[in-house]
């Protein structure tokens, strides 16, 4: 059986890569909340002149930190799509400018992960719904009873098959990526990431 990966950007010694200045979004949480529909962005959605900054305090990456949105290097992309992944990511190109020396660095991407499958074994799996506190009826009253976080995600063998990257459909901030799409980020050198191993039952 194949192994697989919660696949993250690295938060320690990385460069941080925030504040998308793009048209039609607020800020990038909001951007962030559009990507997890995992649903492809119209020519109208997306800004071809968004930019992004990257704070300058650690190293660029592959994989900068964002908690919110993933941004991918062209490194990073090319690997992904030579690995027949592309099919499974729109990617939409984001201009980053260093964000104390106004320099631009290049064009990265947004991934925006279209692939989700619905595998969380729910007997399996610690998690929690909302609802379970009492402030959540007030901030929270249009999400009772969905999950609220994720503590252990363990997944469905016979829902995942043999996908090689994907999000999980009951708690999308789990991006999923197959021991081989790991090995072949590894072999390449590509850097920024880190990558939790999931139970598959």
């Known amino acids: 059986?194949?192994?697989y990966y919660g696949w993250w950007a690295n938060s320690e010694r990385?460069?941080?890569?925030w504040h998308v200045h793009a048209r039609g979004w607020k800020d990038d949480?909001?951007?962030?909340?559009?990507?997890?529909?995992?649903?492809?962005?119209?020519?109208?959605?997306?800004?071809?002149?968004?930019?992004?900054?990257?704070?300058?305090?650690?190293?660029?990456?592959?994989?900068?930190?964002?908690?919110?949105?993933?941004?991918?290097?062209?490194?990073?992309?090319a690997l992904l799509e030579r690995l027949g992944l592309g099919k499974d990511i729109q990617y939409l190109?984001?201009?980053?400018?260093?964000?104390?020396?106004?320099?631009e660095v290049g064009v990265y991407y947004i991934a925006n992960y279209l692939r989700c499958i619905p595998c969380l074994d729910l007997e399996r799996s610690i998690y929690?719904?909302?609802g379970e506190h009492p402030q959540d009826f007030e901030v929270f009253s249009d999400r009772i009873g969905q999950i609220s976080h994720v503590w252990k995600a363990v997944l469905r063998q016979e829902a995942i098959r043999n996908a090689c990257l994907f999000r999980v459909e009951e708690w999308?901030?789990?991006?999923?990526?197959?021991?081989?799409?790991?090995?072949?980020?590894?072999?390449?050198?590509?850097?920024?990431?880190?990558?939790q191993e999931l139970e598959v039952v």
């Open 29 to 77: 949480f909001e951007l962030g909340e559009r990507l997890l529909e995992a649903r492809p962005f119209s020519p109208e959605e997306w800004d071809s002149e968004a930019i992004a900054f990257w704070d300058e305090e650690f190293p660029l990456t592959d994989l900068p930190f964002d908690p919110n949105i993933p941004f991918h290097s062209p490194r990073l992309r």
């Open 128 to 130: 929690g719904r909302y």
């Open 172 to 195: 999308k901030y789990i991006v999923v990526v197959r021991e081989d799409v790991k090995a072949a980020m590894e072999e390449e050198g590509i850097t920024g990431c880190w990558f």
């Open 1 to 3: 059986m194949m192994r």
């Open 93 to 103: 190109p984001i201009r980053i400018l260093g964000e104390k020396t106004g320099q």
């Open 14 to 17: 990385n460069g941080i890569v």
